[in-house]
Nanobody
Framework: QVQLVESGGGSVQAGGSLRISCVAS??????????MGWFRQAPGKEREGVAA????????FYTDSVKGRFTVSLDNAKNTVYLQMNSLKPEDTAMYYC?????????????????????WGQGTQVTVSS
């Protein structure tokens, strides 16, 4: 049973930084070839893809609104995916979710689509005040 646990959310002022983490368990060898994504959902809005990364090679993708500010990275020895968020804006306020697609590389066509992912964490709240 794959489990994803996020941590590291919190409250920060605009312009600040946060790093959130996602630890995956229950994968066995399958984790080394997997597409991992970060998504966010603000109240009253649809869940949107923020970033994705392939655990087998680090190939990554970002939504336009976070390019240059957010960085997704891996520590495969710890089955952990990170999202470093810099220059945070109030519009970045949301619940952030980690997700796993369940095997194989990421493709640009679907890497930021929630429907492509099979496993989800419970989320960690990020609040940015102005």
């Amino acid at each position: 049973q794959v489990q994803l646990v996020e941590s590291g959310g919190g409250s920060v002022q605009a312009g600040g930084s946060l790093r959130i983490s996602c630890v995956a368990s229950g994968y066995g060898y399958g984790y080394s070839s997997n597409c991992m994504g970060w998504f966010r959902q603000a109240p009253g809005k649809e869940r949107e893809g923020v970033a994705a990364i392939y655990t087998g090679g680090g190939r990554s993708f970002y939504t336009d609104s976070v390019k240059g500010r957010f960085t997704v990275s891996l520590d495969n020895a710890k089955n952990t995916v990170y999202l470093q968020m810099n220059s945070l804006k109030p519009e970045d306020t949301a619940m952030y979710y980690c997700a796993a697609a369940g095997g194989g590389t990421c493709f640009r066509e679907w890497a930021l689509r929630p429907g492509a992912y099979n496993y989800w964490g419970q989320g960690t709240q990020v609040t940015v005040s102005s």
